[in-house]
């Protein structure tokens, strides 16, 4: 790994420990694991286009229905922001600065934008974790508009937010669904959409180990990742590595489950004989 992106990395860990985190730049050091190209100019770019995009809305429109109509006519209208079902093929559609360069991405990535410029113009706005698709809401939560970026910013009737979430999980609408999205919680749904992108690409492994490598960085994960880990470096022909990565998740999971940690150490040794 290079010097520069080793420092990206310590800066992406620094952000996502800080008290306030900066979702836009942890997205954004994000992106350049996913593009060596986007350095820290491309990066202070990406930024001023966020701020360049908040300094084009109305000034105090309103109440929330009104910040999410000045939204949705500036970004999802004047910009044409929005998503396609094309969009969730491409790994271009989770990087936040391609996001701004194409005015394409997935729901969270486009709420990611919406709620980006809307904070930087002073609105009462946060992400919203519905399951399987994103949005965002303005207002105080449990009496909030919501809006659909991926739709171009289209507002939510309680009816379509039942939809929504009936279609993802096949379960109803729970209030607790419509609470704020931490920013780190963002991040680590960012995180599992381009393993699960490249879950299905194999020639891609690169990108699946990057993206846990992130995940690894933050200050809360499951402990299960270290695991997915050093499997992934076996299949990508590291078996050195993988099996000592192994080894050392099984000392972590032996307190708790012995037979698990046994079974993970035989594959350890599976992997130490591929060796020969």
Do not use: K
């Amino acid at each position: 790994m290079g010097s520069e992106s080793t420092q990206r990395r310590e800066q992406f860990a620094r952000e996502a420990r800080a008290e306030r985190p900066d979702l836009a730049l942890l997205c954004l050091l994000l992106a350049a694991e996913g593009d060596p190209a986007l350095d820290e100019s491309g990066i202070d770019t990406a930024q001023m286009e966020l701020d360049r995009l908040a300094g084009l809305l109305p000034y105090r429109p309103g109440g929330p229905r009104a910040w999410a109509a000045a939204l949705a006519e500036l970004l999802g209208g004047r910009y044409e922001f929005r998503g396609s079902a094309a969009d969730y093929q491409r790994l271009e559609s989770s990087l936040l600065h391609e996001v701004l360069r194409r005015r394409r991405g997935l729901p969270i990535l486009l709420s990611v934008v919406w709620t980006e410029v809307a904070r930087r113009a002073g609105a009462p706005v946060y992400g919203v974790a519905l399951p399987g698709h994103f949005v965002v809401g303005f207002g105080p939560p449990g009496d909030q508009v919501l809006a659909d970026p991926f739709d171009g910013g289209r507002v939510l009737t309680g009816t379509d937010a039942e939809l929504l979430v009936s279609g993802a999980t096949g379960r109803p609408l729970d209030p607790s669904m419509l609470h704020p999205a931490d920013p780190l919680d963002v991040v680590v749904r960012i995180l599992n959409n381009i393993r699960a992108w490249a879950s299905t690409r194999p020639e891609r492994s690169d990108v699946a180990l990057w993206a846990l490598d992130l995940s690894l960085l933050l200050p809360s994960h499951p402990a299960r990742l270290r695991h997915e880990r050093a499997q992934l470096l076996i299949q990508r022909g590291e078996f050195l590595t993988g099996a000592t990565e192994l080894e050392e998740y099984a000392e972590v999971v032996e307190p708790v489950d012995a037979q698990a940690a046994e079974r993970v150490r035989r594959d350890a040794r599976l992997a130490r004989a591929r060796l020969n």
